[in-house]
């Protein structure tokens, strides 16, 4: 499985951006998806995460303010980020998987950062 991340950018706090990960190869072995985030300095923080059946997570740290979504053949998935912040500036990777490995496919990662 490869993904590839897209729609990271340079924007003012406040505003939006949308992030897209595409999968490719063999997709019918993920089960779940996700975005991580790290910023410098930091861990990596698990952002959110969807299954084939729709079933979401958010971090406390992004709800309310972050929507993860997928497409019905769980081979697109977005991450709609609203309100951003300077705390959210961060490289952002898409993570996908089996249920029991489900980090076992990271991409390349988009960076994202929130201006003042």
């Known amino acids: 499985v490869q993904l590839m991340e897209s729609g990271g950018g340079l924007v003012q706090a406040g505003g939006s951006l949308k992030l897209s990960c595409e999968a490719s190869?063999?997709?019918?072995?993920?089960?779940?998806m996700g975005w991580f985030r790290q910023a410098p300095g930091n861990p990596q923080e698990l952002v959110a995460s969807?299954?084939?059946?729709?079933?979401?997570y958010t971090a406390d740290s992004v709800k309310d303010r972050f929507t993860i979504s997928k497409d019905n053949a769980m081979n697109t998935m977005y991450l709609q980020m609203d309100s951003l912040t300077l705390d959210d500036t961060a490289v952002y990777y898409c993570?996908?998987?089996?249920?029991?490995?489900?980090?076992?496919?990271w991409g390349q990662g988009t960076q994202v950062t929130v201006s003042s």
């Open positions: 993570v996908a998987g089996p249920y029991s490995d489900w980090y076992k496919w």
């Open positions: 969807i299954t084939t059946g729709g079933t979401t």
């Open positions: 190869g063999s997709i019918s072995d993920i089960t779940i």
